[in-house]
Each structure stands twice: as structure tokens, then as C-alpha cells.
């Protein structure tokens, strides 16, 4: 039997060697960008537009945009509101249209793009996630957002997590190291995500900027079934999921 | 207390994002250039010149130099031997210069090269090595060579590894996630490491060569002091190490 496979990229810089266009791509920044996304969806935002720069994202704000836009996890002044899943309130975001901006995951979103479909992926909506790409049947690339193109640990127990549960479907199989990488030391944090995510370096980051009081709420499992998917340059909720 | 900072860095391609030039930069590549490089010192070779083509390594063959080479596990034609720690026999090795290129490691140690100092790392001179930086105290930075710019598990598992032993000194800390990423891997596999390494993707990519006798063998712990040092373009055995 011809099998799927599965691998994880832990780095935006590592995506050249990793890059497969057959495969469903899976962009994920735990912490916060694809929690974010993800929460927008679930309170009904219509679009979400992602950009790679701050000039872009300034030029969308100029033209008359609702604008979420962070460097560092600080908000930038000519945007709306930063990178917190919690900014993204129904009252904000319903019927709308967002651009968005951030360190990490924008970029991540658009070099994705090569990917036969780029779906965004978080704890939130992880089991809507391995469902889909399982009835798809076709080969997982996890693309970490990382920090700075550096590796990072909360990413990656995301992805070791997801690889767990598509692997469950015996049509799927991985030989790659960073996907077995991922799995272990998901398998280490999970009984004590909370203590484990102490010590990883984006929580002192957000802590820094008293903006750690989302990491309980983006490691919550299976709050919504929707799909962000990018469709040309912009993300919609992927239809068609149960 | 200023603290030494130690970060590990999974691949050549992430480099540009950990580079610390008042760093020691550990390049280690397990499976099997760097276990290689330390037998060749332990058999008394003279001088190691790792050299990143295979063009350049035909021209040291062309000028008489004796030349190890090889891609994806094979001996290369022009070659006197490969990249196995069985070839660097005393009897080939002793009092004489030697010219190494490989898939992945002697790229590794070239772009190492901006570092303060740069060693080369194998279970086989742990200790020793762990010891050097600690007296040293300087920052650390281990670069896995990995697999063609991918992440993998054996580099990895020592990085962890040297990173255990030279944080029990006070003096140094990490707040690196790779480098917590590695250690808790190493923790992982430590236990049952030969049956830990039966899944990683080097591992099969040797077994397929029947090149995977030498995996045991690299997994010793501190069968000598000699710590293969850096000067200009060549490796020499570190002086003064006790």
C-alpha cells in the first residue's frame, strides 16, 4: 500500500528542503498568530487577509482596512488591534474583512502557498484538522512558524500532536526525523502542557508584555470545526468540513 | 552572575539565525563524519582538511593528498576511502594529512568557521569536550550538521547530550528552545539509545548501504581527550587539554 507521508518543518528558512507541492500544507503559531486566525473564524470573520510586511499591511489600513498588525507582540500604531486571539471579538470581527500581520506567522502563510492547500491549523480546530487531511488522502507538511526562523518548542508540540492523530489512519506513515522529533517530545509535554510550556521562550516573551494570559486558551483542544484555508491571497473557512 | 548562554542549531541553513561570534561552535554530525574525524585524531592522523566539494576534494587527490569522500553514504571514485570511522585505520591515518568531504558535515565546519573556536563533537570525546567549554567559559553554540539541511534525530540526541553536561556548571544557561528540545529528546532516548535510533532516517539511508555497523561504535561515550580544533582550514588536535 502506497502510504502518505508526513513531515514537519520547524523553520520558514527550512521550507525550501521541505517544500512538497501534492502535499496539504498545515501553517501553524501556536502562540499566537494561528490561534488567532483561527478564533476570528470561529467569530465570524469573513476574510482574513494575510501580509508580510508592515508597509502592506499600513497600505491595506491607508485604503480603508480593518487591521490587526504586530512586530514582537507589540501592536503597531497605525493598526487596529494586535496579535491576542482575545482582540478578535465577535462584535470586531463579524461579516468582516481583516488584514493581518505578524513576526512570524504571515510570512509563514504566504511561502506555504506552493502547497496543493494551506489550511491553518491550532489546538482549537486540531481534530476538524486530522479528520480533513485524512479524508483527503494525501501527503502533510507541518510548516512552523518558529520564531524569527528560529526553531521553537510550542510550534512544534503542535505538530507532533497532529502528526499523532493523522498517523492514526494506517494510509499515513512518516520517516521524517522532525516529525518523529515532534511526536517525543509532544509525548513529553502532554500530561503537563502548562508546566512544560513554562519554559519556552515565547511565553517569557509574552509574559514580558503582560500578554501571557492567552496561552491557556491556545492550547484548549477542539473548540471549532472550521478550517481556515487560503484561497489566492486571502483566508476563508474551508467549506465542505463536517 | 553574566551567564554563558548555549543554543543549538539543527541545521547548516538555520546558521545565519544562531551565529555567535564569540561562541565555541561544536560542529557535530554523529552519523558519521564528526565520529570519523575524532577516530582519525585518536590514530594519529596529523591534520584533517575538510573541504566542502567534491571538486575541490579531486584537486587535493589530483596533487597527491590522500582524500576521503563521499555522498549519501557512497565512496566516491577518485577517493582513497569513505566517510566510515573504520577507514581511518592507524595504519592508513598515522603521521599523515588527510582531505574529508562529505554530504552534510564538512559544510558544516566551514560555515562555522566565524566562531571564536570551532571543535569537532562525537560521543567519542564528549567529556573532554564538555570539560574545554567549561573552562573556557564562553558561550556555546552546536551546530548539527544534519541531513541536506534537514533536521535530524542523532545530531540532535548529542547536542542534548553535550548541552546536559556542560549546563551542570552554574556558569552557564539556555533559554534556547532547541537546545531544551534536544535535551529532552536525549532524555527520551538515553535510557535505550541503540533501540531509540532504529527509527531515525540516517539509520535506514546506512542500513540500505550495509553501512549501519558503525552505529555503535559512534555511540561511545569518551574513548579519548583529543578535541579536533579549527586553525585556518584545517584540523589539528587541541593542545593543553588535559
Known amino acids: 500500500m502506497e502510504k502518505y507521508k508526513i513531515?514537519?518543518?520547524?523553520?520558514?528558512?527550512?521550507?525550501?528542503?521541505?517544500?512538497?507541492?501534492?502535499?496539504?500544507?498545515?501553517?501553524?503559531d501556536i502562540l499566537r498568530a494561528s490561534s488567532a486566525i483561527v478564533t476570528a473564524f470561529m467569530n465570524g470573520v469573513e476574510r482574513v487577509i494575510p501580509v508580510g510586511t508592515l508597509e502592506q499591511a499600513k497600505a491595506y489600513k491607508d485604503r480603508g482596512y480593518m487591521v490587526a498588525a504586530e512586530r514582537d507582540g507589540i501592536v503597531r500604531d497605525f493598526a487596529d488591534f494586535g496579535n491576542s486571539p482575545y482582540n478578535f471579538t465577535p462584535e470586531r470581527v463579524h461579516g468582516s474583512q481583516i488584514v493581518y500581520s505578524t513576526t512570524n506567522g504571515t510570512n509563514a502563510i504566504q511561502l506555504a502557498s506552493s502547497g496543493s492547500q494551506v489550511l491553518i491549523g491550532a489546538y482549537l480546530n486540531i481534530s476538524a484538522l486530522a479528520d480533513h487531511i485524512r479524508k483527503e488522502g494525501k501527503d502533510l507538511l507541518?510548516?512552523?512558524?518558529?520564531?524569527?526562523?528560529?526553531?521553537?518548542?510550542?510550534?512544534?508540540?503542535?505538530a507532533g500532536a497532529l502528526a499523532e492523530m493523522v498517523l492514526e489512519d494506517e494510509h499515513f506513515h512518516t520517516i521524517c526525523d522532525s516529525t518523529l522529533g515532534a511526536m517525543d517530545l509532544y509525548e513529553t509535554a502532554r500530561d503537563d502542557m502548562m508546566g512544560y510550556l513554562e519554559k519556552v521562550a515565547q511565553r517569557h516573551r509574552l509574559k514580558k508584555n503582560n500578554l501571557d494570559d492567552v496561552i491557556g486558551y491556545c492550547h484548549q483542544f477542539d473548540q471549532t470545526s472550521l478550517l481556515p484555508v487560503l484561497e489566492e491571497n486571502y483566508l476563508v473557512p474551508l467549506r465542505n468540513v463536517k
Chains 1, 2 share one sequence.
Open 7 to 28: 513531515e514537519v518543518c520547524y523553520s520558514p528558512a527550512l521550507f525550501p528542503f521541505y517544500e512538497n507541492r501534492e502535499a496539504i500544507v498545515v501553517v501553524t
Open 142 to 158: 507541518i510548516l512552523c512558524a518558529g520564531w524569527k526562523n528560529k526553531f521553537n518548542l510550542e510550534d512544534t508540540l503542535f
